[in-house]
C-alpha cells in the first residue's frame, strides 16, 4: 500500500522535459529574490540582480515574473505558507496564553534572520494597490486562523468565557505580535525578549476573557 507521500506523487500529473525546466527555473528566481529581498528590502532589489543571483538573464526572469512586484508577491506567499505550517506545528495542549506565546514566538524563530524582507511587507501595505492588499490579506488569512483555531479551542476547554469575542481578541493578539517586530529592527530584541514582551502583551489582551 502507498503511502500519503507516493500517493501525492503517482496522482500528481507528469511533467516533460521543457515543464519541469520551467519549475526549476522559477525556483531558481524566487530563491535568488528571497535572498536579495531579505538582505536588502524591496526597493534596493533590483530584477536585474535577483537575475544575476539565479544565474540566468533578467529575460528569464521576466517570462516567469511580470515584474518585481509579482515577484515579491510569490515570495511572500510561499514563505507564509511555510510559517503556518510552523505554527500549526506549537504545543495544542498547553494552556492558551502559553500555546499564543509558542504559536507567535515560531513566527519571530522563522523570520528574524530576514527583517528587511519582513520590513518591506510592512511598509508596503501601506502604499500597494487595493488588489496587492486583497492578496496580502488573503496570504495572511491562514496565519491568522490559527491564532484563532487556538482561541476556539480555550473556550471548547473552559479557558476563555463562551462569549469572548475571538476574532478581536486574535486581531489584537496579531497586531502585537507584528507590531513588535519593530523592537527586533531598530532595538535588536532577540527571540527571548520578544517572546517574553508578547507575553505580557497577551495578558492584557486575555485578561477581560479567561473564565473564572
Do not use: C
Not at 116 to 129: D, G, I, K, M, T
Request: a neutral charge.
Amino acid at each position: 500500500m502507498l503511502n500519503p507521500a507516493s500517493e501525492a506523487a503517482e496522482a500528481a500529473p507528469r511533467l516533460n522535459r521543457r515543464q519541469a525546466a520551467k519549475v526549476r527555473t522559477r525556483a531558481k528566481v524566487l530563491e535568488a529574490a528571497r535572498t536579495l529581498f531579505a538582505a536588502r528590502g524591496y526597493e534596493p532589489a533590483t530584477i536585474r540582480d535577483i537575475a544575476k543571483g539565479a544565474g540566468m538573464s533578467t529575460g528569464a526572469v521576466f517570462a516567469n515574473f511580470q515584474d518585481k512586484a509579482e515577484l515579491f508577491e510569490a515570495v511572500l506567499a510561499e514563505d507564509l505558507a511555510r510559517l503556518t505550517e510552523a505554527l500549526r506545528a506549537a504545543d495544542k495542549d498547553a494552556p492558551i496564553r502559553e500555546r499564543l506565546i509558542s504559536i507567535l514566538s515560531a513566527g519571530y524563530h522563522g523570520s528574524l534572520d530576514q527583517l528587511p524582507l519582513v520590513q518591506a511587507v510592512v511598509a508596503r501595505s501601506w502604499f500597494q494597490p487595493i488588489s496587492a492588499d486583497q492578496r496580502a490579506r488573503q496570504a495572511v488569512k491562514p496565519l491568522a486562523a490559527v491564532v484563532e483555531e487556538a482561541l476556539q479551542a480555550a473556550v471548547a476547554k473552559g479557558e476563555l468565557r463562551q462569549d469572548s469575542d475571538l476574532k478581536l481578541i486574535a486581531e489584537l493578539a496579531w497586531t502585537a505580535y507584528v507590531s513588535n517586530y519593530r523592537r527586533a529592527a531598530y532595538d535588536n530584541w532577540d527571540e527571548a525578549r520578544l517572546a517574553d514582551h508578547l507575553g505580557r502583551q497577551l495578558d492584557l489582551i486575555l485578561a477581560g476573557a479567561l473564565a473564572r
